[in-house]
């Protein structure tokens, strides 16, 4: 499920040209899609319907999504 986000915090920090990026998404078997955030870091690209014919495509910070955990935990 692509709204659906394990392995969050081994992503924290890790340039998306890193070699283990995607070893790790093919052993883990990681559906997510990634992009790289405007840092050059692994971004988690994510579709979001905002009509019933328009989406658009955003890319969140790994920092991003675990502070909605966080927050959502609290």
Known sequence: MKTS??????FLGVPIED???SKMIKDRFIMNE???DPRG???WKLSRK???TDTVEEIFYTEELIGQLLKYGK
């Open 5 to 10: 986000f394990h392995n969050l915090h081994r």
């Open 50 to 52: 905002i009509n019933a």
């Open 41 to 43: 870091y692994v971004g």
């Open 19 to 21: 070699t283990n990026v």
């Open 34 to 36: 990634f992009a790289a």
